[in-house]
């Protein structure tokens, strides 16, 4: 059995205990705060002291807050240690260019969670079979009533998610990027985020993320969240939705056509039963974590990398960050 280390046991860190626990897997967990401990599952077997913990370990899975991930992955990957990084991989696009640089020859996967949502798995094969036809547009949004987060804002929280997956499903990376950032509550820190994309194909994107707007249904990790997580996809051969929450997927092929006065109308089939299927958050961290060990074992990456999972889509948020500030478009090299 593969010897796993467990930085960090918060929320999504009991996440990540339930998911070993469904494939029977032992870890040792690395945990100071005396609180977080606590609230830990009846015989989790906490270690002290990272150094000696990377010694006894083989891989090391990381879900402590962001600002803790660079120097953590760093000591994690020098120590010749395989590496699951949850999102986002770092603050900034060029920390996770840093550890990449780090993580030559080892196994380094990003924890990004919709990557392995069956829903989305299934618009993705949609996308790259060509049943969209030309993708024109795309959105998303991850947004709530919850609580604002102590470590982050609503880019690094929220807006990683789809800045990843958006492009994931439209098979390039945007070229110019522009947002609006707002502090509402007036913490310091962007609690609502919007950011348009455009791409080289000219299909255009648009992400929401915050935590001070309506949402729809209960969380199933933040207890008394309400929140909203969506994805549209549309193409010039077919439309689709997705409510991650609901667990919904709609599919519909067809298009618009010419019609007598100068109008075009719809004509799309009915809705489309993809067949994929359901799962709830440790569902999906049970599949990320045993797509994880597999890489470990065969020494095969199945999962986004730090190229792929940190660097690419922090350069979206690095951009949006720069877009706000300067009120102007971001264009991406």
Not at 168 to 190: C, K, M, N, Q, Y
Not at 249 to 276: I, V
Request: some cysteine; proline content about 6%; charged content about 20%.
């Amino acid at each position: 059995m593969t010897r796993l280390l467990l930085l960090g046991c918060g929320a999504f860190g009991r996440i990540h205990l339930a998911a070993l626990a469904r494939l029977g897997q032992d870890v040792a967990v690395l945990e100071p705060d005396a609180a977080m401990r606590a609230a830990a599952p009846p015989g989790t077997r906490f270690v002290e002291g990272l150094g000696a913990a990377l010694r006894v370990c083989d891989a090391a899975i990381i879900a402590t807050p962001p600002a803790t991930h660079a120097a953590l992955a760093a000591a994690v990957l020098r120590a010749g240690r395989d590496l699951f990084l949850e999102k986002p991989a770092t603050e900034t696009a060029a920390e996770s260019a840093a550890l990449h640089e780090l993580a030559t020859g080892r196994i380094a996967q990003l924890g990004l969670y919709f990557r392995f949502h069956p829903k989305a798995q299934a618009i993705q094969r949609v996308a790259r079979a060509g049943g969209f036809g030309r993708i024109h547009h795309l959105s998303a949004r991850m947004s709530g009533l919850k609580r604002a987060r102590g470590d982050s804002g609503a880019l690094l929280n929220d807006a990683v998610h789809f800045a990843d997956l958006l492009p994931w499903i439209a098979g390039e990376a945007p070229s110019h990027v522009f947002a609006t950032l707002s502090d509402p509550l007036g913490r310091g820190r962007e609690d609502l985020a919007v950011i348009q994309l455009r791409f080289p194909s000219g299909a255009t994107a648009l992400i929401e993320a915050g935590c001070v707007l309506p949402g729809e249904h209960a969380d199933a990790v933040v207890p008394g969240a309400e929140t909203r997580k969506l994805l549209a996809v549309a193409g010039n051969a077919a439309l689709a939705e997705v409510d991650f929450m609901a667990e919904t997927l709609r599919l519909r092929r067809g298009a618009h056509h010419p019609a007598p006065g100068g109008a075009w109308l719809p004509d799309h089939a009915p809705a489309e039963d993809l067949g994929a299927g359901a799962l709830d958050p440790v569902g999906v961290v049970t599949a990320q974590l045993a797509a994880f060990l597999h890489a470990v074992r065969t020494r095969e990456a199945q999962g986004p990398d730090l190229h792929e999972g940190g660097v690419l889509p922090l350069r979206i948020l690095d951009a949006a960050r720069r877009s706000a500030h300067e009120m102007r478009v971001e264009e991406l090299p």
